[in-house]
Structures are given as structure tokens and as C-alpha cells.
């Protein structure tokens, strides 16, 4: 399972999602004020939330997509979905609702979709990761821990063994060739950086806790390569869909 790739799009198709409810969110707000009156809302349970998440999920067998022949399984959904789950739970919002529940099922779906689509290009484009490239990123991931049982325990605490890590490296390598050489996107300028910065801090007053342009604008630039790369490749996905086979099983 390529779970780098899963998350890029899950992220990509999160916000997209969250932009979409932003201006409902916001018509709704003024709503929920006045129902308030006062009154706490009730504490939410997290082992109930917890099974309500968990009942959205699929059996890991089950077939949920197929993409120009190849099979999706309820595994990678699952993967997937959980990963939206934590996204807009920490935005605030209940994803156990009916309307966002079926939202959420059906952007998880076309995530999952996306990255096979791009996988698949990526193979038909015939890039490889060699051994060392995938053993030098192994090594700066173990060097994160303090020694290699630290390492296995993370392997074992993430249901991964060393060789599912290794293809997961190679597809990442595989994906930043294709990157690279295929989506071209654009490179970020100066003064790019500069006006993204400058939105960012005209909001409010300038303090004492506002970054100064120096100490952020390497992280500002990386944010900004994020998401053009991020743009190149859901216009990409979009193009692969045109000419591909897809069938939704949910």
C-alpha cells in the first residue's frame, strides 16, 4: 500500500472538501449561536465516537474501486478514510454526521482513485529506485531512533515490516523522479514567498509573536512547492481520468 501517495491525496481532497463546507459552515454558525442560549453542549464521548467512526469502515476484502483493472480492497480504504476522519476532527467538525459521512466516503473513494491512477503512470513511465537511493532514506529514518529495537517497534506500532517499509520508499522515490521530470512545476520565487508571507501577517497586528520574514520564509517556500506540486498533480489526475476505466463498488 502506498500510503505516502495516500496521504498527499487525502490531503488534497480534505481541503478541498473543507473549503466546500466552509461557506455552509459559516451560514450555519450564526444558526447554531442562537440555538445555544447559553447551554454547554455535551461532553462528546470518545468511545462512542470511536465506534461510529469505525462503523463507516468496510470489511478488507471487499472490493471498493477498480481502476483500469486493478483492485482496490477495503484494506486501503480503510487507511484512507481513517486518515480523513483525523483531518476534520481536528477542524472541528463531526464526520460521523450523514451529510459529511457520504462526503467523506465519496472523496475517500476518488483519493484512492487519484493515486492508483498516478501509480500507474508512474509505472507505465518505466521509473525505478535503486537500491542505494532506497537504502539512504531507510538510514535517515533509522537514524530518528535511538537504536534498531526503537526502530522495530515502530515498524511493529505502525503494522509494518522492514520490507513493506522498503517498497513504500521506493514508491516515494519513483513518485519524485516523476515529479520532477513530468509535472515540471514551476519553481517558487522570492517574491512569491514575500507576498505569501505578507497575507499571512496582514491579518492581524504585528507583535512580538509574529515570525519575522527571515526565520520562516525557507518553511513558506516549501509550503508554496507543496502546493503547486499539489495542483500539477490533481490537474493530472483529472487528465489520466478521461481515458481510464473506473468502477465504484460503493
Same mark, same amino acid.
Given at each position: 500500500?502506498?500510503?505516502?501517495?495516500? %496521504?498527499?491525496?487525502?490531503?488534497?481532497?480534505?481541503?478541498?472538501? /473543507? /473549503?466546500?463546507?466552509?461557506?455552509?459552515?459559516?451560514?450555519?454558525?450564526?444558526?447554531? *449561536? *442562537?440555538?445555544?442560549?447559553?447551554?454547554?453542549? %455535551?461532553?462528546?464521548?470518545?468511545?462512542?465516537?470511536?465506534?461510529?467512526?469505525?462503523?463507516?469502515?468496510?470489511?478488507? +476484502?471487499?472490493?471498493?474501486?477498480?481502476?483500469?483493472?486493478?483492485?482496490?480492497?477495503?484494506?486501503?480504504?480503510? =487507511?484512507?478514510?481513517?486518515?480523513?476522519?483525523?483531518?476534520?476532527? &481536528?477542524?472541528?467538525?463531526?464526520?460521523?454526521?450523514? *451529510?459529511?459521512?457520504?462526503?467523506?466516503?465519496?472523496?475517500?473513494?476518488?483519493?484512492?482513485?487519484?493515486?492508483?491512477?498516478?501509480?500507474?503512470?508512474?509505472?507505465?513511465?518505466?521509473?525505478? #529506485?535503486?537500491?542505494?537511493?532506497?537504502?539512504?532514506?531507510? =538510514?535517515?529514518?533509522?537514524?530518528?531512533?535511538?537504536? +534498531?529495537?526503537?526502530?522495530?517497534?515502530?515498524?511493529? /506500532?505502525? &503494522?509494518?515490516?522492514?520490507?513493506?517499509?522498503? #517498497?513504500?520508499? %521506493?514508491?516515494?522515490?519513483?513518485?519524485?523522479?516523476?515529479?520532477?521530470?513530468?509535472?515540471?512545476?514551476?519553481?517558487?520565487? =522570492?517574491?512569491?514567498?514575500?507576498?505569501?508571507? =505578507?497575507?499571512?501577517?496582514?491579518?492581524?497586528? *504585528?507583535?512580538?509573536?509574529?515570525?519575522?520574514?527571515?526565520?520562516?520564509? +525557507?518553511?513558506?517556500?516549501?509550503?508554496?512547492?507543496?502546493?503547486?506540486?499539489?495542483?500539477?498533480?490533481? %490537474?493530472?489526475?483529472? @487528465?489520466?481520468?478521461?481515458? #481510464?476505466?473506473? @468502477?465504484?463498488?460503493?
Amino acid at each position: 500500500m502506498k500510503k505516502f501517495l495516500l %496521504a498527499l491525496f487525502v490531503g488534497i481532497l480534505s481541503l478541498s472538501l /473543507a /473549503a466546500c463546507n466552509n461557506d455552509e459552515d459559516k451560514a450555519k454558525e450564526k444558526e447554531t *449561536e *442562537e440555538k445555544a442560549t447559553g447551554e454547554e453542549e %455535551a461532553a462528546v464521548d470518545p468511545e462512542e465516537m470511536q465506534k461510529k467512526l469505525d462503523a463507516q469502515k468496510v470489511e478488507e +476484502d471487499t472490493v471498493v474501486a477498480i481502476v483500469n483493472g486493478k483492485e482496490i480492497k477495503g484494506n486501503e480504504y480503510n =487507511d484512507a478514510l481513517s486518515m480523513s476522519q483525523m483531518q476534520f476532527t &481536528s477542524m472541528g467538525q463531526d464526520p460521523t454526521t450523514e *451529510e459529511l459521512a457520504k462526503q467523506l466516503k465519496d472523496y475517500t473513494l476518488e483519493s484512492l482513485v487519484g493515486q492508483t491512477l498516478i501509480m500507474q503512470e508512474i509505472e507505465k513511465k518505466g521509473y525505478e #529506485a535503486k537500491e542505494e537511493d532506497i537504502n539512504k532514506q531507510l =538510514d535517515t529514518l533509522k537514524a530518528k531512533y535511538e537504536n +534498531d529495537d526503537a526502530f522495530n517497534e515502530a515498524l511493529k /506500532a505502525n &503494522s509494518l515490516t522492514l520490507d513493506e517499509l522498503k #517498497a513504500q520508499i %521506493a514508491d516515494t522515490v519513483k513518485y519524485d523522479q516523476y515529479v520532477k521530470n513530468d509535472l515540471k512545476v514551476e519553481e517558487v520565487t =522570492d517574491k512569491e514567498v514575500k507576498e505569501y508571507y =505578507d497575507k499571512m501577517t496582514s491579518s492581524g497586528e *504585528e507583535s512580538a509573536e509574529t515570525p519575522k520574514y527571515e526565520d520562516v520564509k +525557507d518553511t513558506l517556500k516549501t509550503n508554496l512547492e507543496g502546493q503547486k506540486t499539489q495542483e500539477k498533480l490533481a %490537474a493530472k489526475v483529472e @487528465e489520466l481520468r478521461e481515458t #481510464a476505466k473506473i @468502477e465504484l463498488k460503493l
